[in-house]
């Protein structure tokens, strides 16, 4: 079964076997990878449950976790949205270089994580010898080049999408892969050099809300691969001629909220 490009909505008539055959169709590689980041969740809860050590106030394989489920939700994500291509392009060098890129460079950072987690040991702003401090510098390059991989998506299939005029789904999607780049990307560097509060924060995400944390603009950030194109999908279904125009909204007011909680992130 071969769906519409942008039949979001159509995925949850799906079978799970019809579902991951779809996937698998889009971009095999990306789609068996982040699969695999989602199996390797389970032993980290099971791990993180028995743990009970703690980095800053906060338990050792939270952090892996969470970079485990956003590396799943990002491989799988840039597979289904590569479904936008011709085929000939989708298979073209420069495109299995990009798939490669999301893999190698966030595989890095999931495992890095994960290995200084098990040490019971912290990652990022980790700076306590020679060691440590350059691979803190080699996540940081593995970043900027892993949310550089959206920002070619996007120029890919704004070029290349076969479909003219670009329905609005496919402008959100290109609309949301470039700004996953600009956003992630400035407050990533913006994370490097500021880094967050201690403590639990708010339950799953751990952020705080007070200032001095900038993990909730990063977030819209880098979810912004997911929310706006999701927000396109939806407004193509039921918003009809006004679907563009409450894109743009929607979009603005994305950016908007993005920009004030950058600001909030680096008040002390």
Do not use: C
């Not at 979810?223 to 039921?238: C, E, K, N, V």
């Not at 743009?248 to 950058?262: D, G, N």
């Amino acid at each position: 079964m071969s769906l519409s490009n942008v039949e979001l909505l159509d995925v949850a008539r799906l079978a799970p076997r019809e579902l991951m055959a779809e996937f698998m169709r889009r971009q095999r590689t990306l789609t068996i990878f982040g699969f695999t980041m989602l199996g390797l969740m389970v032993p980290a809860l099971v791990l993180g449950a028995i743990d009970e050590r703690t980095v800053r106030d906060v338990g050792v394989w939270a952090k892996p976790l969470k970079f485990m489920a956003a590396t799943a939700l990002f491989a799988l994500s840039t597979a289904w949205f590569m479904g936008l291509l011709p085929e000939h392009v989708r298979t073209s060098w420069a495109n299995r270089a990009m798939v490669w890129t999301v893999i190698l460079t966030s595989l890095f950072e999931v495992l890095y994580i994960t290995i200084q987690g098990a040490l019971g040991s912290s990652s990022h702003y980790n700076v306590d010898d020679a060691f440590s401090t350059a691979m803190f510098v080699l996540m940081a390059v593995a970043a900027v080049m892993l949310t550089g991989t959206q920002a070619f998506l996007a120029w890919q299939i704004f070029s290349h999408g076969a479909e003219r005029p670009r329905p609005v789904a496919t402008q959100a999607v290109i609309v949301g892969l470039g700004l996953t780049f600009v956003m992630a990307t400035v407050t990533g560097f913006m994370l490097g050099g500021s880094q967050p509060p201690a403590g639990i924060g708010l339950p799953l995400v751990g952020w705080h809300l007070t200032g001095g944390d900038v993990r909730p603009a990063h977030f819209l950030g880098v979810h912004a691969q997911q929310l706006i194109p999701l927000a396109g999908f939806l407004l193509q279904r039921f918003a009809g001629r006004a679907a563009g125009f409450w894109l743009a909204t929607f979009v603005a007011a994305y950016t908007a909220t993005w920009l004030l909680l950058a600001a909030a992130g680096i008040q002390s």
